[in-house]
């Protein structure tokens, strides 16, 4: 069964950076693109960023364009997001998602919290 | 990009059906059959309930179904049970620079 494990949040000051982490199981990694999605508290689905299966193209949302970076390693089937300048407003929860075709996200994992406080 | 307008809430009665919309532009929902649904349970991550506007995934329960017309997008749940209860949101490909927007998300409480 496809398994989604989301690592590396934490509580990081302003101006800090972290690196999130999604470990991927049950389904051919290297095949399908994957996407970071975040949730502040209390609010709604926000897209971050995305990469192709074979990471030859990335994308992000304006939010975090210059300041995020996705990456994956295929060889350890896991995704990245690592996460500079941090704001308050980028305090969420991080889901790392499967992408089943354009624009579907069939698997999630359960979510890690970044907060971003001093 | 903004993202695509959802009603906050909506309500029904157990056995009762309700529509939730999801109105974007032609340069979303109105452009693009990749619409898709999630549905989110507190404290849980979201779950595919419809892709491509209109298609279930396997497990998913035939009460509940997708539609389209122009810029808006509507999942219907039909036969509501008290587990329905829920934060919907849809989802949707865009040919602006970001390529992917969510909805505002819905309430849906079942009285």
């Known amino acids: 069964q496809v398994q989604l494990v989301e690592s590396g949040g934490g509580v990081v000051q302003p101006g800090g950076s972290l690196r999130l982490s999604c470990a991927a199981s049950g389904f051919t990694f290297s095949s399908y693109g994957m996407h970071w999605v975040r949730q502040a508290p209390g609010k709604g689905l926000e897209w971050v960023a995305f990469i192709r299966y074979d990471g030859s193209n990335k994308y992000y949302a304006d939010s975090v364009k210059g300041r995020f970076t996705i990456s994956r390693d295929n060889s350890k089937n896991t995704l990245y997001l690592q996460m500079n300048s941090l704001r308050a407003e980028d305090t969420a929860v991080y889901y790392c998602?499967?992408?089943?075709?354009?624009?579907?996200?069939?698997?999630w994992g359960q979510g890690t919290l970044v907060t971003v406080s001093s | 990009q903004s993202a695509l307008t959802q009603p906050a809430s909506v309500s029904g009665s157990p056995g009762q059906s309700i529509t939730i919309s999801c109105t974007g532009t032609?340069?979303?929902?109105?452009?693009?059959?990749?619409v898709s649904w999630y549905q989110q349970h507190p404290g849980k991550a979201p779950k595919l309930m419809i892709y491509e506007v209109s298609n279930r995934p396997s497990g998913v329960s035939n009460r509940f179904s997708g539609s389209k017309s122009g810029n808006t997008a509507s999942l219907t749940i039909s036969g509501l049970q008290a587990e329905d209860e829920a934060d919907y949101y849809c989802s949707s490909y865009t040919s602006s620079s970001t390529f992917y927007v969510f909805g505002t998300g819905t309430k849906v409480t079942v009285l």
């Open positions: 032609s340069s979303d929902v109105g452009g693009y059959n990749y």
């Open positions: 998602a499967k992408e089943q075709q354009l624009a579907t996200f069939d698997y």
